[in-house]
């Protein structure tokens, strides 16, 4: 089952935009992360906010995470046309390493 | 480029067979997760390896096991395929210490089951 959900299922938007997406969760956390996919193949980690941060940066990239209402925004600004991906947030319960629970994710179209 | 490999890339399988996938973790890494992915969905848990031993699963049936070898890749067996088994196949490694919290994913085994 899928622990979170992302919204919107789909965002197509002009070059330039910023886009945003957002991610709703269950059950507490230890930390959560965003991933990127291209196309059906593997995913590339783009960051991760532990439950005690509440707002982080990473380039073009700015998380936040409310753990009051269990939810998570992720920013990207000034898009560009190879920010055409699906987008998954992940959650991780546990300390360590262990099984990160996927949402559904938002398919992001950077038209040109 | 994350330095996990999968193999094969394509699989074509009837139901009712069996199939071995295979991932080689990145370097220095201890753990390695694996995770079923279906068309439009997120990846799904299967279950999680340290040090050689089964450490967390899904809620997947035991027809789903695996291995992880002393040097740290893995293998994913899955017994008497069934039509919905039809998937991507990720595995993704990751270091079990403080801060080793992100899995770095290979590129997946598209699994199409006849």
């Known amino acids: 089952s899928q622990q979170g959900e992302e919204d919107p299922q789909a965002l197509s938007i002009q070059e330039g935009e910023n886009a945003t997406m957002n991610c709703s969760y269950k059950t507490s956390i230890n930390n959560l992360q965003w991933y990127r996919q291209n196309s059906g193949r593997g995913l590339v980690h783009l960051i991760l906010i532990r439950s005690n941060e509440r707002e982080k940066h990473s380039g073009r990239l700015r998380v936040t995470l409310d753990t009051s209402k269990k939810s998570s925004s992720l920013l990207i600004t000034a898009s560009r046309a190879a920010d055409t991906a699906s987008y998954f947030c992940a959650t991780s319960g546990g300390g360590g390493a262990d099984g990160l629970t996927f949402g559904k994710g938002t398919h992001l179209i950077i038209q040109p | 480029e994350t330095g996990v490999t999968q193999s094969p890339t394509h699989l074509i399988k009837t139901r009712g067979q069996q199939v071995t996938l295979r991932c080689s973790s990145q370097?220095?890494?201890?753990?390695v997760s694996w995770y079923q992915q279906a068309l439009g969905q997120g990846p799904q848990f299967i279950f999680q390896?340290?040090?050689?031993?089964?450490?967390g699963r899904g809620n997947f049936p035991p027809r789903f096991s695996g291995l992880q070898f002393p040097n740290y890749s893995s293998e994913l067996n899955v017994n008497a395929l069934e039509l919905d088994d039809s998937a991507l196949y990720l595995c993704a490694s990751s270091l079990r210490a403080p801060g080793g919290e992100t899995q770095y994913f290979g590129p997946g085994t598209r699994l199409l089951v006849l």
């Open positions: 370097s220095g890494h201890n753990t």
């Open positions: 390896y340290y040090r050689e031993e089964e450490n």
